[in-house]
């Protein structure tokens, strides 16, 4: 290679070519190359030649390299797709992506529209105090931060938190306070946080908050905070000790801003397991627990609001005979109810194919579509105008009946007894 120099580089002499005029830079460049090419044998232009193809050489083997490391890593595809996923959730929120760093993206993956929740305080059955509770001291500070600004004692709390039995909407509390409020809502996993090199997590820990204080006013949810934020102890790995200690800091420490308004709302079954220096940051603590004969009725009203009942269904009769039902059992049991229904079609229909005639109980479903007719060789429908993958709407479903409820609720009780037994 060194042989083969172009004609416009023979015709430069050494001087020339590295000579940028008189100054001490120049002459030391130029005693340099005086001294390479008294040690080496070679011209200038040749030394020149053999640096270039050396630094290219060092480049391709970085970047083989990289690539190499890259899809060694087991992660990687996840990584790219949470950081296309983060880019379309920044720029739906009017965030620009420029002003974040590779680990605030990275985190980014997993910030929410609190607009897209599909969930009011309309739709949350009983937990009134919980409910009055949270727009006195969360969602009315958050919405009016400039009003109540000289008062430090009117601010939101940094931390809240919501523990009670599981199934009890300790979830759905909070995103209607991240609706209601108009906080942007940042969703933290355990998964979010752990990395398998040593220093990252503390780094994930810090991009978390930077984010979070970038786009507030933010609201940090942890769902089982417990898993990520139990008590430390000296069996705790050092990398598992330095990440909460970091958490703590960000979160309510020596730099932390005031007047910031990010707040962290965590939701646990097991409260006793919380460090006490967590507990501490978060003095707003509200119990979410079963509800009562009343609520269970409200929540019993909005599940089958937009369901079909039978004339014998007496709600208030479901709702003493549930004592115990949390929020999530008591959908089980509608859910399973208005399955009951199905059961009978298909064990309807089953048992009139079986006899070679068409279904005899109409009364129960009775598919409304203009595409039902089918050629019996490929199955499309006659009319090309219609959608074959659309289903078939039913119409003339009976109503859920007071059996149904009722064989719903043995089915969730003797599920529970299961657990405890």
Known sequence: MCEEVTPAL??????????????????????????????????A?????KVVATCCSFAAVYVTFSWILKKMDPTYEEKKKAQIQAKVMLKRLGIDEHALNEYEVAVAANLVDPRCFDISWEQIGGLDNVKKELKQTVIFPLKNFTLLDNSKLMKPPRGVLLYGPPGCGKTMIAKATAKASGANFLFVELSSMLDKWYGESQKRVAAIFNLAHKIQPTIIFIDEIDSLLRTRNTQDHEATSMMKTQFMNYWDGLLT????????????NNRQALDQAILRRMPCQLYVGNPSTDQRYHILEIILSDEVLGPDVDLSVIAQITDGFSGSDLHEVCRLAASVRISEYIDTTSADNKEGSEPSSPILLLPMSSCSSAQPETGAPTDKGCDSNKPDKLENLRGISQTDLCTGVDKVQSNISKLFC
């Open 45 to 49: 232009e040749h030394i020149f030649i």
């Open 10 to 43: 023979k015709n430069v002499s050494t001087k020339s070519l590295w000579k940028a005029g008189d100054g001490p830079v120049s002459s030391i460049f130029a005693k340099l190359i005086s001294k390479l090419e008294s040690s080496t044998g070679l011209k």
């Open 257 to 268: 801003d005031s007047k910031s308004q990010v707040i962290i709302i965590g939701a646990t």
